[in-house]
């Protein structure tokens, strides 16, 4: 993912928390120092870095499909994060996938 779709940080912004800054990760894991990742959005929640979403049409998806928001903010996680949040990601997809056997 991370050479495929890279993912560069932003500039600061309002936005939808995405990587291991999404809830799906988020509960499992310590707030790190630093800003959290953000999709930006006008009607996000959350200062933070941009990170420009795989699709443009990803903020209004997710807005209506809560299991769409944590596939994507995993692969985000997988696009951007450290060896620790990188193995969640992983193992959180192929649990959801099915594939965890």
Do not use: C
Not at 20 to 32: C, E, F, K, R, Y
Not at 51 to 60: D, F, G, N
Not at 78 to 90: D, H, Y
């Amino acid at each position: 993912m991370p050479y495929v779709f890279a993912a560069s940080p932003g500039e600061v912004t309002r936005g939808m928390p995405t990587a291991w800054a999404a809830p799906v990760l988020a509960a499992q894991l310590t707030q790190s120092e630093g800003m959290s990742p953000v999709w930006p959005s006008p009607a996000g929640n959350v200062q933070g870095i941009a990170v420009k979403p795989l699709y443009r049409s990803v903020i209004k998806a997710v807005q209506r499909n809560p299991e769409l928001y944590d596939l994507l903010a995993l692969v985000d996680a997988l696009r951007m994060g450290r060896a620790r949040e990188r193995r969640m990601a992983e193992g959180e997809l192929k649990h959801r996938l099915g594939h965890d056997a």
